[in-house]
Nanobody, 115 residues
Framework: QVQLVESGGGLVQAGGSLRLSCAAS????????MGWFRQAPGRQRELVAI???????NYADSVKGRFTIDRDNAKNTVYLQMNSLKPEDTSVYYC?????????WGQGTQVTVSS
């Protein structure tokens, strides 16, 4: 079993920055990818950014050039640096951990961007 603890959400003005963290603990087994998804009210959960075990990264078109995903293997933690935030980035952000044994989700952290 893998436990994910997210932090770093909050309220920020448009144009500002936030950094999300997701720390994985427990029986972490052969992680294949870690990533961030988001879900706004009334909308489907969508991919924001993902980093594979080999280091390759993928981003949603809407965040390219503004968000950066990174990973600290020693701490088993993934980060999402969010710059130039827009009101449309307002959402609950979820960390996702994918391993050969299954998929695990964090509890979510709220990000609110005011105009």
């Amino acid at each position: 079993q893998v436990q994910l603890v997210e932090s770093g959400g909050g309220l920020v003005q448009a144009g500002g920055s936030l950094r999300l963290s997701c720390a994985a603990s427990g029986s972490a087994f052969r992680m294949t990818a870690m990533g961030w998804f988001r879900q706004a009210p009334g909308r489907q959960r969508e991919l924001v950014a993902i980093i594979q075990s080999g280091g390759s990264r993928n981003y949603a078109d809407s965040v390219k050039g503004r968000f950066t995903i990174d990973r600290d293997n020693a701490k088993n933690t993934v980060y999402l640096q969010m710059n130039s935030l827009k009101p449309e980035d307002t959402s609950v952000y979820y960390c996702k951990y994918t391993s050969l044994r299954g998929v695990y989700w964090g509890q979510g952290t709220q990000v609110t961007v005011s105009s």
